[in-house]
């Protein structure tokens, strides 16, 4: 008579810890001058409805506005303490890129393990009026004149989401620090190596610092708004290349 063998496995239970989220506000104070790089209406209207060839009288006009060009640039909240914003995702950005260099987490985890609500941050910080001579993107790398909104001095106050136990408060800090001396915001960034504007330092909510003081005191909407409707140049280049455009619209006009 024949016996059948039963082997009887055991399986181990699986335990799945539930993820939680933290919350934290922090302070970054620029350490660098920032650029903001919104792209103009004009550009995205283009890419819309697509642009149309111009004719002998568009050819004959002055090929930039500055002023237009210079408020174009920036990126505009409709309401709160500032009218200046700066873009949350740029933050989240500058934190992952900088995963790249911070032992124990790549770029791809800072993703999915970051949190950035809403769209902008209040941006403190005096805009002026800079011109810049830059390189197209064609093959010959025409050079062109950019003008942007410059601001010498800058702060926002971000609010970041994190996974714990994945990340830590302390850790979160660590990168946001790491993000503001390797990566920066804004155009010609610290991250891309031609240029070092847009770092940044990091202060925890509530910690006094005379500069933010200054920032939130005397740089907020007010001064933004006057600033924007009759800015400041920001350097001697800026202020030799406006009036000889002041010189041209009248010379053209009369």
């Known amino acids: 008579m024949e016996m059948t063998l039963v082997k009887k496995v055991e399986t181990a239970e699986v335990t799945i810890q539930p993820l939680k989220r933290g919350r934290i506000k922090l302070r970054i104070i620029g350490t660098t001058p920032l650029f903001q790089n919104r792209m103009a209406n004009k550009a995205k209207q283009q890419l819309l409805v697509g642009g149309q060839k111009k004719g002998k009288a568009d050819r004959a006009a002055i090929k930039h506005d500055p002023l237009t060009e210079f408020r174009d640039s920036a990126e505009i909240l409709p309401s709160g303490p500032t009218v200046l914003g700066l873009r949350v995702v740029a933050v989240k950005a500058a934190m992952a890129t900088a995963a790249l260099e ?110 933010w003081d200054d920032l939130v005191e005397n740089h907020g909407r007010a001064a933004q708004e006057a600033a924007l409707a009759d800015p400041e140049f920001a350097d001697r280049d800026t202020d030799d290349l406006m009036a000889h455009f002041f010189a041209e619209v009248q010379r053209r006009a009369a």
């Open 102 to 211: 911070t032992p124990g987490l790549t770029k791809s985890s800072a993703q999915r393990l970051l949190f950035m609500p809403g769209d902008h941050a209040p941006l403190y910080g005096t805009p002026q009026l800079r011109m810049d001579v830059v390189r197209s993107a064609d093959i010959a790398r025409t050079p062109d004149i950019r003008t942007r909104c410059y601001l010498p001095k800058w702060g926002a106050e971000v609010e970041v989401n994190f996974i714990t136990p994945q990340l830590s408060v302390q850790g979160v800090v660590s990168l946001l620090c790491n993000a503001g001396i390797l990566i920066g915001v804004g155009d010609f960034r610290q991250e891309k190596g031609k240029g070092a504007f847009g770092s940044f330092r990091v202060l925890a909510e509530g910690e006094d610092d005379p500069e």
